[in-house]
């Protein structure tokens, strides 16, 4: 018998006997494992036109569930009613474009140094050029959609626009650590706001385990002893302390955790305390948020 499978991405075969495909390929052309592999940038409207048909076609034909696709769609809709919008200025939006375009220029032609003008005895003498590296894997600058969307989400636009890079960036790559746990299945989303919707903010998940990841930005920075406590509090209203942290000029912090609760309705709190160890709140929560699933 011939042994024919079907192109994956690229032109590769694919493997031959995945389930749901009579001709032996994989449905779509992509294997269960491709396609959560390229579930993120699905979901994010961020592949192009044929690994998008692959992907819907894959999920039409394959009889796997493929939860991820669920799970990953529905952080994106959490985020946009749950975090005020903070509208870029125009001119923003222009010079991200022009860059892109003239990126996508310079991948089309092949490598090469450019020949410099000749330079006069007055003139500031050029940079030497450099040459150009090939194109950046798809996934480079997939990664870097998907957490320039993030940023925008939870009101990054506020570093960028004050010029503070080096945490926006900081920020950018806590939020997608927090995203890539958001998108697994069975886990929970919250989005931490203060009380009076003036402070810091911040997204939240739980794993399926109980492990929590949690990205903050705008809280005032501590110090000596001080530290910002993350607690969990469930049905019963008592909070449980889950660990502290201290935060720097930036107001950017990212705090990691386990052994919480992994029921939907659960909320996570932040609070100011004098020093580490505290086994009640001093005040009140400066964020706070409900932890939901999808």
């Known amino acids: 018998m011939t042994d024919e499978r079907r192109p994956g991405p690229g032109g590769a075969p694919g493997p031959a006997g995945t389930p749901g495909d009579p001709d032996g390929g994989a449905p779509g052309g992509l294997t269960c494992d491709q396609v959560r592999e390229l579930a993120a940038s699905f979901v994010l409207d961020a592949l192009d036109a044929d690994e998008a048909a692959a992907v819907r076609r894959h999920l039409t034909d394959c009889p796997e569930p493929h939860p991820e696709i669920a799970e990953l769609g529905a952080v994106v809709p959490v985020l946009l009613e749950s975090v005020p919008r903070i509208e870029p200025p125009a001119a923003l939006r222009t010079r991200i474009l022009d860059a892109a375009a003239a990126d996508r220029q310079g991948r089309a032609r092949p490598s090469a140094v450019t020949a410099m003008p000749p330079v006069s005895s007055t003139s500031v003498p050029p940079p030497t050029p450099i040459e150009r590296s090939r194109a950046t894997p798809r996934r480079t600058w997939i990664a870097a959609i998907a957490a320039v969307l993030a940023i925008a989400l939870v009101g990054g636009w506020n570093l960028l626009l004050q010029g503070q890079l080096d945490q926006a960036r900081n920020y950018e ?103 580490p160890g505290a086994t009640a709140p001093s005040g009140s929560p400066v964020s706070a948020g409900t932890a939901t699933a999808g």
């Open 173 to 275: 790559q806590q939020v997608a650590t927090v995203l890539r746990v958001a998108g697994q299945p069975g886990a929970l989303t919250a989005i931490l706001t203060p009380e009076d919707g003036s402070g810091p903010t911040g997204i939240a998940a739980i794993d399926s385990q109980g492990a929590v990841r949690i990205a903050m930005r705008d809280l005032a920075p501590t110090s000596g002893p001080e530290v910002y406590e993350a607690w969990v509090i469930g049905g019963d209203g008592v909070p449980v302390a889950i660990g502290g942290f201290q935060v720097g000029p930036s107001g950017v912090a990212y705090f990691e955790g386990s052994g919480v609760p992994t029921e939907s309705g659960i909320v996570l709190a932040l609070t100011r305390e004098p020093g």
